[in-house]
Protein backbone atom coordinates (compact mmCIF):
# COMPACT_ATOMS: atom_id res chain seq x y z
CA UNK A 1 0.00 0.00 0.00
CA UNK A 2 1.62 3.26 -0.82
CA UNK A 3 2.04 5.64 1.37
CA UNK A 4 3.03 9.42 1.34
CA UNK A 5 4.73 10.94 4.71
CA UNK A 6 5.98 14.57 5.88
CA UNK A 7 8.22 14.21 8.35
CA UNK A 8 8.93 17.43 10.42
CA UNK A 9 8.70 19.69 7.79
CA UNK A 10 8.74 23.99 7.75
CA UNK A 11 7.76 25.97 5.83
CA UNK A 12 8.33 29.79 6.10
CA UNK A 13 6.51 32.28 4.62
CA UNK A 14 7.60 35.67 4.85
CA UNK A 15 8.54 36.22 9.06
CA UNK A 16 6.30 33.36 10.04
CA UNK A 17 6.33 29.83 10.13
CA UNK A 18 3.47 28.81 8.18
CA UNK A 19 3.63 25.13 8.91
CA UNK A 20 5.61 24.43 12.14
CA UNK A 21 7.66 20.92 12.25
CA UNK A 22 4.86 18.87 10.78
CA UNK A 23 5.02 15.31 11.23
CA UNK A 24 2.10 13.28 9.17
CA UNK A 25 1.72 10.15 7.17
CA UNK A 26 -0.77 8.91 5.13
CA UNK A 27 -1.84 5.63 3.61
CA UNK A 28 -3.85 5.20 0.70
CA UNK A 29 -6.96 3.58 0.55
CA UNK A 30 -8.27 6.38 2.60
CA UNK A 31 -9.74 9.90 2.56
CA UNK A 32 -8.07 12.37 5.01
CA UNK A 33 -9.24 15.78 5.18
CA UNK A 34 -7.43 18.78 6.60
CA UNK A 35 -9.05 21.41 8.69
CA UNK A 36 -8.18 24.13 10.17
CA UNK A 37 -9.06 28.25 10.46
CA UNK A 38 -7.71 30.00 7.82
CA UNK A 39 -3.75 31.02 7.66
CA UNK A 40 -3.47 27.53 9.27
CA UNK A 41 -1.00 25.97 7.24
CA UNK A 42 -3.35 23.60 5.41
CA UNK A 43 -2.36 24.39 1.73
CA UNK A 44 0.92 25.21 2.26
CA UNK A 45 1.32 21.37 3.82
CA UNK A 46 -0.79 19.89 0.68
CA UNK A 47 1.64 22.42 -1.47
CA UNK A 48 4.68 20.22 0.47
CA UNK A 49 3.05 16.97 0.24
CA UNK A 50 2.44 17.24 -3.58
CA UNK A 51 6.05 18.28 -4.16
CA UNK A 52 5.32 21.30 -5.22
CA UNK A 53 6.84 23.48 -2.59
CA UNK A 54 10.56 22.94 -0.99
CA UNK A 55 10.40 22.62 2.79
CA UNK A 56 12.60 24.83 4.84
CA UNK A 57 13.49 21.53 6.75
CA UNK A 58 12.27 18.38 6.90
CA UNK A 59 11.02 16.11 3.91
CA UNK A 60 8.62 14.15 2.24
CA UNK A 61 8.47 11.11 1.25
CA UNK A 62 6.66 8.71 -1.28
CA UNK A 63 7.15 5.32 -0.62
CA UNK A 64 10.81 5.50 1.08
CA UNK A 65 11.69 8.23 -2.31
CA UNK A 66 12.36 11.83 -1.67
CA UNK A 67 9.81 13.86 -3.54
CA UNK A 68 12.14 16.60 -4.70
CA UNK A 69 14.31 13.33 -5.85
CA UNK A 70 11.44 12.52 -8.12
CA UNK A 71 11.72 13.71 -11.53
CA UNK A 72 9.30 15.70 -12.01
CA UNK A 73 6.94 13.52 -14.78
CA UNK A 74 7.15 10.62 -12.61
CA UNK A 75 5.65 12.71 -9.80
CA UNK A 76 2.82 14.04 -11.88
CA UNK A 77 2.11 10.38 -12.37
CA UNK A 78 1.65 9.39 -9.38
CA UNK A 79 0.29 12.88 -7.85
CA UNK A 80 -2.59 14.24 -8.88
CA UNK A 81 -3.30 18.33 -7.75
CA UNK A 82 -6.07 20.58 -7.56
CA UNK A 83 -4.79 24.05 -6.52
CA UNK A 84 -7.41 26.43 -4.60
CA UNK A 85 -9.06 28.69 -6.44
CA UNK A 86 -7.32 27.32 -9.84
CA UNK A 87 -6.87 29.37 -12.83
CA UNK A 88 -7.91 28.97 -16.45
CA UNK A 89 -6.22 31.29 -18.04
CA UNK A 90 -7.73 30.63 -21.71
CA UNK A 91 -11.54 30.02 -23.22
CA UNK A 92 -10.79 26.56 -24.03
CA UNK A 93 -13.68 23.76 -23.84
CA UNK A 94 -14.00 21.43 -20.86
CA UNK A 95 -12.57 18.18 -23.06
CA UNK A 96 -9.45 19.88 -23.58
CA UNK A 97 -9.08 20.94 -19.91
CA UNK A 98 -9.62 17.84 -18.78
CA UNK A 99 -7.62 16.32 -21.16
CA UNK A 100 -4.55 18.69 -19.56
CA UNK A 101 -4.64 16.44 -17.19
CA UNK A 102 -3.14 14.04 -18.82
CA UNK A 103 -0.03 15.92 -19.89
CA UNK A 104 2.55 13.89 -17.84
CA UNK A 105 1.93 10.88 -20.09
CA UNK A 106 1.99 12.61 -23.70
CA UNK A 107 4.45 11.61 -26.02
CA UNK A 108 5.38 13.75 -29.03
CA UNK A 109 2.59 12.12 -30.94
CA UNK A 110 -0.17 13.98 -29.00
CA UNK A 111 -3.72 12.11 -27.17
CA UNK A 112 -3.14 8.80 -27.86
CA UNK A 113 -6.55 6.63 -27.68
CA UNK A 114 -5.45 5.15 -24.05
CA UNK A 115 -5.59 9.20 -23.16
CA UNK A 116 -8.89 9.53 -24.78
CA UNK A 117 -10.12 6.90 -22.86
CA UNK A 118 -8.87 8.13 -19.79
CA UNK A 119 -10.20 11.69 -20.35
CA UNK A 120 -13.56 10.09 -21.14
CA UNK A 121 -13.47 7.65 -17.88
CA UNK A 122 -12.73 10.91 -15.59
CA UNK A 123 -15.33 13.08 -17.35
CA UNK A 124 -18.19 10.14 -16.65
CA UNK A 125 -16.83 9.92 -13.02
CA UNK A 126 -16.97 13.16 -12.53
CA UNK A 127 -20.42 13.84 -14.37
CA UNK A 128 -19.37 16.09 -16.74
CA UNK A 129 -19.90 14.64 -19.69
CA UNK A 130 -22.35 16.99 -20.73
CA UNK A 131 -20.10 20.22 -20.61
CA UNK A 132 -17.48 18.55 -22.88
CA UNK A 133 -18.15 20.93 -25.61
CA UNK A 134 -18.22 23.76 -23.59
CA UNK A 135 -16.13 26.88 -23.01
CA UNK A 136 -14.85 26.75 -19.38
CA UNK A 137 -15.05 30.42 -19.04
CA UNK A 138 -18.48 30.34 -19.36
CA UNK A 139 -19.55 27.49 -16.84
CA UNK A 140 -20.24 28.44 -13.23
CA UNK A 141 -18.03 27.77 -10.03
CA UNK A 142 -19.71 24.60 -9.34
CA UNK A 143 -19.73 23.42 -13.43
CA UNK A 144 -16.45 24.83 -13.43
CA UNK A 145 -14.85 22.81 -9.85
CA UNK A 146 -16.32 19.51 -11.53
CA UNK A 147 -14.32 19.76 -14.46
CA UNK A 148 -11.42 20.15 -12.55
CA UNK A 149 -11.82 17.37 -10.41
CA UNK A 150 -12.22 15.65 -13.70
CA UNK A 151 -8.50 17.28 -14.88
CA UNK A 152 -7.23 15.50 -11.75
CA UNK A 153 -8.53 11.93 -11.98
CA UNK A 154 -8.08 11.71 -15.91
CA UNK A 155 -4.14 11.49 -15.53
CA UNK A 156 -5.36 7.92 -13.15
CA UNK A 157 -2.72 9.39 -10.38
CA UNK A 158 -2.08 7.39 -7.53
CA UNK A 159 -2.83 9.82 -4.74
CA UNK A 160 -4.96 13.03 -5.16
CA UNK A 161 -4.42 16.09 -3.61
CA UNK A 162 -7.58 18.65 -3.42
CA UNK A 163 -7.35 22.17 -1.97
CA UNK A 164 -10.89 23.04 -1.32
CA UNK A 165 -12.20 21.01 -3.89
CA UNK A 166 -15.57 21.40 -2.88
CA UNK A 167 -15.91 25.28 -2.54
CA UNK A 168 -18.35 26.38 -5.06
CA UNK A 169 -20.07 22.72 -5.11
CA UNK A 170 -23.84 23.00 -4.07
CA UNK A 171 -24.94 20.47 -1.54
CA UNK A 172 -25.76 17.61 -4.26
CA UNK A 173 -22.39 18.03 -6.35
CA UNK A 174 -20.62 18.53 -2.86
CA UNK A 175 -21.98 15.04 -2.06
CA UNK A 176 -21.39 13.20 -5.42
CA UNK A 177 -18.01 14.77 -5.10
CA UNK A 178 -17.03 13.46 -1.45
CA UNK A 179 -18.56 10.31 -2.86
CA UNK A 180 -16.82 10.14 -5.96
CA UNK A 181 -13.43 10.85 -3.32
CA UNK A 182 -14.87 8.08 -1.26
CA UNK A 183 -15.13 5.22 -3.99
CA UNK A 184 -11.64 6.02 -5.10
CA UNK A 185 -10.18 5.74 -1.94
CA UNK A 186 -12.28 2.45 -0.89
CA UNK A 187 -13.19 0.53 -4.10
CA UNK A 188 -9.55 1.65 -6.13
CA UNK A 189 -6.97 1.95 -3.23
CA UNK A 190 -6.01 5.59 -3.96
CA UNK A 191 -4.87 7.89 -1.21
CA UNK A 192 -6.99 10.79 -1.17
CA UNK A 193 -5.93 13.90 1.21
CA UNK A 194 -8.33 17.21 1.01
CA UNK A 195 -8.41 20.29 2.72
CA UNK A 196 -11.92 21.39 3.70
CA UNK A 197 -13.65 24.04 5.72
CA UNK A 198 -17.28 22.32 6.15
CA UNK A 199 -16.95 20.35 9.62
CA UNK A 200 -19.79 17.85 9.18
CA UNK A 201 -18.87 17.39 5.48
CA UNK A 202 -15.71 16.74 6.31
CA UNK A 203 -16.97 14.03 9.74
CA UNK A 204 -19.21 12.48 6.62
CA UNK A 205 -16.60 11.96 3.64
CA UNK A 206 -13.24 11.89 5.55
CA UNK A 207 -12.02 8.71 7.43
CA UNK A 208 -9.50 10.59 9.10
CA UNK A 209 -9.40 14.23 10.23
CA UNK A 210 -6.38 16.31 10.75
CA UNK A 211 -7.11 19.75 12.86
CA UNK A 212 -4.02 22.06 11.69
CA UNK A 213 -3.77 25.47 14.02
CA UNK A 214 -0.95 28.31 13.56
CA UNK A 215 1.01 25.60 11.42
CA UNK A 216 1.28 22.74 13.52
CA UNK A 217 -1.34 19.43 14.24
CA UNK A 218 -3.67 20.50 16.83
CA UNK A 219 -5.26 16.62 16.63
CA UNK A 220 -5.32 13.60 14.27
CA UNK A 221 -7.68 10.95 13.81
CA UNK A 222 -11.36 9.52 13.06
CA UNK A 223 -13.89 12.38 12.49
CA UNK A 224 -16.13 12.52 15.86
CA UNK A 225 -12.23 12.02 18.45
CA UNK A 226 -10.48 14.95 15.79
CA UNK A 227 -13.48 17.02 15.74
CA UNK A 228 -13.85 16.74 19.44
CA UNK A 229 -15.40 20.21 21.13
CA UNK A 230 -12.29 21.12 22.55
CA UNK A 231 -10.37 20.89 19.94
CA UNK A 232 -12.63 22.96 17.76
CA UNK A 233 -12.55 25.49 20.47
CA UNK A 234 -8.57 25.21 20.69
CA UNK A 235 -8.44 25.81 16.55
CA UNK A 236 -11.17 28.25 15.87
CA UNK A 237 -12.33 29.73 18.92
CA UNK A 238 -15.51 28.40 18.66
CA UNK A 239 -18.64 26.56 20.84
CA UNK A 240 -19.87 23.30 19.24
CA UNK A 241 -21.16 20.47 19.95
CA UNK A 242 -22.11 17.29 18.16
CA UNK A 243 -25.06 15.73 17.29
CA UNK A 244 -26.48 12.45 15.94
CA UNK A 245 -28.31 13.14 12.54
CA UNK A 246 -29.85 10.74 10.12
CA UNK A 247 -26.63 10.72 8.55
CA UNK A 248 -24.31 10.65 11.11
CA UNK A 249 -22.25 13.07 13.26
CA UNK A 250 -23.17 16.40 12.72
CA UNK A 251 -21.24 19.34 14.28
CA UNK A 252 -23.36 21.99 15.93
CA UNK A 253 -21.61 25.41 15.77
CA UNK A 254 -22.84 27.17 19.02
CA UNK A 255 -21.54 30.04 18.50
CA UNK A 256 -18.07 32.12 19.39
CA UNK A 257 -16.43 30.56 22.59
CA UNK A 258 -16.06 31.82 25.84
CA UNK B 1 -11.07 19.02 -38.58
CA UNK B 2 -11.89 22.03 -38.39
CA UNK B 3 -8.45 22.67 -36.96
CA UNK B 4 -7.06 21.13 -40.23
CA UNK B 5 -9.50 22.72 -42.95
CA UNK B 6 -8.24 26.40 -41.36
CA UNK B 7 -4.86 25.24 -41.40
CA UNK B 8 -5.27 24.03 -44.98
CA UNK B 9 -6.77 27.10 -46.02
CA UNK B 10 -4.05 29.21 -44.14
CA UNK B 11 -1.18 27.27 -46.37
CA UNK B 12 -3.02 27.45 -49.65
CA UNK B 13 -3.50 31.40 -48.86
CA UNK B 14 0.20 31.19 -47.80
CA UNK B 15 1.15 30.07 -51.34
CA UNK B 16 -0.69 32.10 -53.78
CA UNK B 17 0.33 34.97 -51.80
CA UNK B 18 4.18 34.08 -52.19
CA UNK B 19 3.63 33.42 -56.09
CA UNK B 20 1.47 36.98 -55.98
CA UNK B 21 4.79 38.42 -54.13
CA UNK B 22 7.13 37.35 -56.62
CA UNK B 23 5.15 38.56 -59.58
CA UNK B 24 3.69 42.03 -57.95
CA UNK B 25 5.74 44.90 -58.16
CA UNK B 26 6.47 47.94 -60.71
CA UNK B 27 7.04 45.61 -63.17
CA UNK B 28 4.06 42.76 -63.11
CA UNK B 29 5.71 39.54 -64.40
CA UNK B 30 3.22 36.50 -65.03
CA UNK B 31 3.54 33.38 -63.81
CA UNK B 32 3.27 32.82 -67.61
CA UNK B 33 6.95 34.40 -67.90
CA UNK B 34 8.49 32.86 -65.33
CA UNK B 35 10.34 29.92 -67.40
CA UNK B 36 12.96 32.01 -69.65
CA UNK B 37 16.13 32.25 -67.96
CA UNK B 38 16.99 35.12 -71.14
CA UNK B 39 14.00 37.20 -70.07
CA UNK B 40 15.26 40.07 -68.05
CA UNK B 41 12.39 39.64 -66.30
CA UNK B 42 13.65 36.21 -65.25
CA UNK B 43 16.70 37.92 -62.74
CA UNK B 44 13.59 40.05 -61.22
CA UNK B 45 11.54 37.35 -60.07
CA UNK B 46 14.17 34.93 -58.85
CA UNK B 47 17.06 37.26 -57.92
CA UNK B 48 15.12 40.35 -56.63
CA UNK B 49 11.86 39.35 -55.32
CA UNK B 50 12.66 35.20 -54.60
CA UNK B 51 14.62 36.93 -51.17
CA UNK B 52 12.13 39.16 -50.50
CA UNK B 53 9.50 36.44 -50.47
CA UNK B 54 11.06 34.05 -48.57
CA UNK B 55 12.05 36.92 -46.14
CA UNK B 56 8.23 37.70 -45.59
CA UNK B 57 6.99 34.27 -45.24
CA UNK B 58 10.30 33.54 -42.39
CA UNK B 59 9.80 37.00 -40.48
CA UNK B 60 6.01 36.46 -40.71
CA UNK B 61 6.22 33.21 -39.33
CA UNK B 62 9.11 34.10 -36.68
CA UNK B 63 7.05 36.85 -35.45
CA UNK B 64 3.48 35.17 -35.71
CA UNK B 65 5.14 31.94 -33.36
CA UNK B 66 6.87 34.00 -30.73
CA UNK B 67 3.79 36.50 -30.25
CA UNK B 68 1.60 33.19 -30.03
CA UNK B 69 4.55 31.25 -27.40
CA UNK B 70 4.89 34.40 -25.33
CA UNK B 71 0.44 35.28 -25.20
CA UNK B 72 0.68 31.19 -23.84
CA UNK B 73 3.83 31.82 -21.29
CA UNK B 74 2.09 34.65 -20.02
CA UNK B 75 -1.36 33.79 -20.13
CA UNK B 76 -1.70 37.71 -21.62
CA UNK B 77 -3.67 38.15 -24.89
CA UNK B 78 -1.56 41.63 -25.19
CA UNK B 79 1.81 39.83 -25.23
CA UNK B 80 3.98 40.31 -28.59
CA UNK B 81 7.83 40.69 -29.31
CA UNK B 82 6.44 44.23 -30.73
CA UNK B 83 4.41 45.84 -27.98
CA UNK B 84 6.18 44.19 -25.06
CA UNK B 85 9.78 46.05 -26.15
CA UNK B 86 11.23 42.94 -27.36
CA UNK B 87 11.82 43.98 -30.67
CA UNK B 88 13.03 47.88 -29.39
CA UNK B 89 15.51 46.03 -27.96
CA UNK B 90 16.82 44.17 -30.46
CA UNK B 91 16.52 47.31 -32.86
CA UNK B 92 18.61 49.25 -29.96
CA UNK B 93 21.33 46.51 -30.15
CA UNK B 94 21.50 46.35 -33.86
CA UNK B 95 21.46 50.22 -33.82
CA UNK B 96 24.33 50.04 -31.18
CA UNK B 97 26.38 48.27 -34.09
CA UNK B 98 25.38 50.06 -36.97
CA UNK B 99 26.82 53.07 -34.74
CA UNK B 100 29.98 51.68 -34.15
CA UNK B 101 30.23 51.21 -37.79
CA UNK B 102 30.76 46.84 -36.44
CA UNK B 103 27.56 46.26 -38.29
CA UNK B 104 28.69 47.68 -42.14
CA UNK B 105 31.85 45.41 -42.04
CA UNK B 106 30.42 42.15 -40.53
CA UNK B 107 26.92 41.92 -41.37
CA UNK B 108 26.62 38.84 -38.25
CA UNK B 109 26.82 41.41 -35.99
CA UNK B 110 23.76 42.90 -36.43
CA UNK B 111 22.09 39.61 -35.76
CA UNK B 112 24.35 39.18 -32.97
CA UNK B 113 23.52 42.20 -31.70
CA UNK B 114 19.67 42.13 -32.19
CA UNK B 115 19.08 38.77 -30.64
CA UNK B 116 21.53 39.67 -27.70
CA UNK B 117 19.24 42.72 -26.95
CA UNK B 118 15.35 40.40 -27.64
CA UNK B 119 17.22 37.54 -24.76
CA UNK B 120 18.22 40.64 -22.39
CA UNK B 121 14.64 42.44 -23.15
CA UNK B 122 12.88 38.63 -22.45
CA UNK B 123 15.09 38.19 -19.64
CA UNK B 124 13.97 41.32 -18.18
CA UNK B 125 10.28 41.06 -18.85
CA UNK B 126 10.05 37.85 -17.17
CA UNK B 127 12.41 39.25 -14.07
CA UNK B 128 10.26 42.72 -14.02
CA UNK B 129 6.95 40.69 -14.39
CA UNK B 130 7.53 37.80 -12.12
CA UNK B 131 5.51 34.51 -12.44
CA UNK B 132 2.35 35.88 -10.90
CA UNK B 133 2.18 37.66 -14.62
CA UNK B 134 -0.79 40.03 -13.91
CA UNK B 135 -1.50 41.63 -16.93
CA UNK B 136 -0.76 44.72 -15.46
CA UNK B 137 2.56 44.66 -14.61
CA UNK B 138 4.15 42.69 -17.92
CA UNK B 139 2.41 46.02 -19.86
CA UNK B 140 4.00 48.24 -17.69
CA UNK B 141 7.42 46.10 -17.69
CA UNK B 142 6.89 46.66 -21.51
CA UNK B 143 6.67 50.24 -21.71
CA UNK B 144 9.84 50.60 -19.67
CA UNK B 145 11.78 48.31 -22.08
CA UNK B 146 10.10 49.98 -25.03
CA UNK B 147 11.14 53.55 -23.48
CA UNK B 148 14.54 52.63 -22.73
CA UNK B 149 15.27 51.24 -25.90
CA UNK B 150 13.82 54.28 -27.77
CA UNK B 151 15.88 56.63 -25.29
CA UNK B 152 18.97 54.52 -26.71
CA UNK B 153 18.50 54.77 -30.51
CA UNK B 154 17.77 58.17 -29.80
CA UNK B 155 21.04 58.74 -28.12
CA UNK B 156 22.98 56.88 -30.89
CA UNK B 157 21.31 59.40 -33.55
CA UNK B 158 21.83 62.21 -31.87
CA UNK B 159 25.34 61.22 -31.49
CA UNK B 160 25.75 59.99 -35.04
CA UNK B 161 29.12 60.74 -36.61
CA UNK B 162 27.38 62.38 -40.38
CA UNK B 163 23.86 62.98 -41.67
CA UNK B 164 23.95 59.39 -43.64
CA UNK B 165 24.77 57.79 -40.77
CA UNK B 166 21.40 59.05 -39.28
CA UNK B 167 19.71 58.62 -42.53
CA UNK B 168 20.47 54.38 -42.70
CA UNK B 169 19.85 54.18 -38.93
CA UNK B 170 16.09 55.35 -39.42
CA UNK B 171 15.48 53.65 -42.64
CA UNK B 172 16.28 51.08 -41.37
CA UNK B 173 14.60 51.27 -37.83
CA UNK B 174 11.12 51.76 -39.66
CA UNK B 175 11.05 48.31 -40.96
CA UNK B 176 11.18 47.36 -44.33
CA UNK B 177 11.60 44.06 -46.73
CA UNK B 178 12.37 45.99 -49.86
CA UNK B 179 15.94 45.26 -51.27
CA UNK B 180 17.07 42.27 -49.62
CA UNK B 181 19.38 39.69 -50.84
CA UNK B 182 20.20 35.82 -51.00
CA UNK B 183 23.03 36.72 -47.91
CA UNK B 184 19.96 38.13 -45.78
CA UNK B 185 18.35 34.91 -46.12
CA UNK B 186 20.74 32.69 -45.20
CA UNK B 187 21.86 34.04 -42.05
CA UNK B 188 18.02 34.64 -41.27
CA UNK B 189 16.66 31.55 -42.19
CA UNK B 190 18.41 28.97 -40.04
CA UNK B 191 18.37 31.50 -36.68
CA UNK B 192 14.64 31.77 -37.11
CA UNK B 193 14.00 28.08 -37.79
CA UNK B 194 16.26 26.85 -34.90
CA UNK B 195 14.28 29.40 -32.45
CA UNK B 196 11.04 27.92 -33.74
CA UNK B 197 12.08 24.63 -33.00
CA UNK B 198 12.37 25.39 -29.39
CA UNK B 199 9.60 27.21 -29.49
CA UNK B 200 7.51 24.33 -30.62
CA UNK B 201 9.58 22.27 -27.88
CA UNK B 202 7.49 24.15 -24.82
CA UNK B 203 4.05 23.43 -26.54
CA UNK B 204 2.91 21.06 -23.82
CA UNK B 205 3.88 23.54 -20.75
CA UNK B 206 2.10 26.23 -22.51
CA UNK B 207 -0.78 24.25 -22.63
CA UNK B 208 -0.50 23.43 -18.76
CA UNK B 209 0.40 26.90 -18.32
CA UNK B 210 -3.48 27.61 -18.75
CA UNK B 211 -3.72 26.02 -15.44
CA UNK B 212 -1.62 28.71 -13.72
CA UNK B 213 2.05 27.88 -12.57
CA UNK B 214 0.94 25.89 -10.21
CA UNK B 215 -0.95 23.92 -12.37
CA UNK B 216 1.35 22.75 -14.58
CA UNK B 217 4.18 22.12 -12.15
CA UNK B 218 1.52 19.97 -10.48
CA UNK B 219 1.32 18.48 -13.99
CA UNK B 220 4.81 17.66 -14.13
CA UNK B 221 6.23 20.64 -16.18
CA UNK B 222 9.88 22.17 -15.32
CA UNK B 223 8.96 25.42 -15.24
CA UNK B 224 12.70 26.84 -15.54
CA UNK B 225 13.22 25.18 -18.99
CA UNK B 226 10.10 26.65 -19.83
CA UNK B 227 11.32 29.92 -19.26
CA UNK B 228 14.56 29.48 -20.84
CA UNK B 229 12.88 28.07 -24.05
CA UNK B 230 10.95 30.74 -24.49
CA UNK B 231 13.26 33.60 -24.17
CA UNK B 232 15.99 31.94 -26.35
CA UNK B 233 13.11 30.96 -28.79
CA UNK B 234 11.56 34.42 -28.78
CA UNK B 235 15.33 36.14 -28.98
CA UNK B 236 16.10 34.05 -31.98
CA UNK B 237 12.70 34.69 -33.93
CA UNK B 238 12.33 38.07 -32.57
CA UNK B 239 16.18 38.74 -33.15
CA UNK B 240 16.94 37.57 -36.17
CA UNK B 241 13.89 39.06 -37.76
CA UNK B 242 14.90 42.32 -35.95
CA UNK B 243 18.06 42.31 -37.79
CA UNK B 244 17.22 41.62 -41.92
CA UNK B 245 14.11 43.88 -41.65
CA UNK B 246 13.92 46.21 -38.85
CA UNK B 247 10.61 46.82 -35.99
CA UNK B 248 7.35 45.40 -37.67
CA UNK B 249 5.31 45.45 -35.15
CA UNK B 250 1.84 43.88 -34.02
CA UNK B 251 2.38 40.55 -36.72
CA UNK B 252 2.25 38.26 -33.17
CA UNK B 253 -0.47 40.55 -31.57
CA UNK B 254 -2.94 40.19 -34.12
CA UNK B 255 -2.52 36.67 -35.63
CA UNK B 256 -3.29 34.54 -32.50
CA UNK B 257 -5.80 36.25 -31.48
CA UNK B 258 -7.75 36.05 -35.01
CA UNK B 259 -6.91 32.38 -34.94
CA UNK B 260 -7.96 31.86 -31.34
CA UNK B 261 -11.57 31.61 -32.87
CA UNK B 262 -10.98 29.14 -35.52
CA UNK B 263 -8.00 26.89 -34.00
CA UNK B 264 -9.62 26.58 -30.69
CA UNK B 265 -7.40 28.82 -27.93
CA UNK B 266 -5.08 25.86 -26.69
CA UNK B 267 -1.93 27.22 -26.53
CA UNK B 268 0.42 24.91 -27.86
CA UNK B 269 -2.03 24.62 -30.51
CA UNK B 270 -1.86 27.49 -31.77
CA UNK B 271 1.73 28.12 -32.46
CA UNK B 272 2.22 26.30 -35.78
CA UNK B 273 -1.32 28.18 -37.31
CA UNK B 274 0.36 31.22 -35.57
CA UNK B 275 3.81 31.22 -38.19
CA UNK B 276 1.71 30.37 -40.87
CA UNK B 277 -0.78 33.19 -40.07
CA UNK B 278 1.77 35.32 -39.28
CA UNK B 279 3.87 34.48 -42.96
CA UNK B 280 0.40 35.37 -44.84
CA UNK B 281 -0.11 38.24 -42.71
CA UNK B 282 3.54 39.96 -43.81
CA UNK B 283 3.01 38.58 -47.16
CA UNK B 284 0.05 40.48 -47.89
CA UNK B 285 1.42 43.51 -46.01
CA UNK B 286 4.13 44.09 -48.01
CA UNK B 287 2.58 43.44 -51.14
CA UNK B 288 0.40 45.66 -50.22
CA UNK B 289 3.17 48.57 -49.20
CA UNK B 290 4.49 47.61 -53.05
CA UNK B 291 1.46 48.16 -54.52
CA UNK B 292 0.40 51.38 -52.82
CA UNK B 293 0.88 54.17 -55.75
CA UNK B 294 3.37 56.57 -53.92
CA UNK B 295 6.66 58.43 -54.33
CA UNK B 296 8.70 56.20 -52.38
CA UNK B 297 7.87 52.85 -51.31
CA UNK B 298 5.73 53.17 -47.68
CA UNK B 299 7.68 51.47 -44.77
CA UNK B 300 6.67 48.10 -44.46
CA UNK B 301 6.81 48.68 -40.34
CA UNK B 302 4.84 51.69 -40.94
CA UNK B 303 2.19 50.30 -42.58
CA UNK B 304 1.96 47.44 -40.00
CA UNK B 305 1.56 49.73 -37.37
CA UNK B 306 -1.14 51.83 -39.41
CA UNK B 307 -3.04 48.27 -39.03
CA UNK B 308 -1.72 47.01 -35.56
CA UNK B 309 -2.26 50.53 -33.94
CA UNK B 310 -6.30 50.56 -33.91
CA UNK B 311 -6.30 46.51 -33.53
CA UNK B 312 -4.58 46.85 -30.30
CA UNK B 313 -6.81 49.42 -29.28
CA UNK B 314 -9.94 47.84 -29.99
CA UNK B 315 -8.41 44.14 -28.63
CA UNK B 316 -7.88 46.68 -25.52
CA UNK B 317 -11.16 48.11 -25.15
CA UNK B 318 -12.29 44.28 -25.33
CA UNK B 319 -9.94 43.20 -22.55
CA UNK B 320 -11.19 46.79 -19.94
CA UNK B 321 -13.28 44.39 -17.69
CA UNK B 322 -10.66 41.64 -17.44
CA UNK B 323 -7.69 44.17 -16.87
CA UNK B 324 -9.61 46.43 -14.34
Known sequence: ?258 | MRRLTVLAALVALGVVLSLVSMAAGRVWVPLSDWTDPSDPRWAIVFELRLPRTLLCVAVGAALGMSGAAMQGYTRNPLADPGALGVSAMAALGAVLTLYLGAGASQPWMIAAAAMAGALIAVLLLLALSGSASSIVTFILAGVILQTVAGAGVALALSLAPNPWAVNEIVNWLMGSLADRSMAEVQMALPLIAVGCGLLLLIGRGLDALTLGETGARSLGINMTATRWLLAIGVALTAGASVAVTGVIGFVGLIVPHLLRPLVGARPGGLLIPSAIGGAVLVLAADIAVRLTPAAGEVKLGVAMAVLGGPFFFALLLSLRKRIA
Not at chain 1, 218 to 226: I, S, T
Request: net charge negative.
Open chain 1, 1 to 258: MSRLSARAISVRLGDKLAVDEVTASFEAGSVTAILGPNGAGKSTLLACLAGLRKPLSGHVRLDDVGLLAMAPRARARRIGFIPQTPEIAWAVEARILVGLGRTPFIGASGLSLEDAAAIDRAMAAAGVEALADRDVTTLSGGERGRVLIARALAGDPEWLLADEPLTGLDPGHQLDAGGLFRAMAHDQGRGVVLTLHDLSLAARIADRIVVMAEGRILADGPPVEALSPEVLAAAYDIEARHVTGASGPLIEIVGRGR
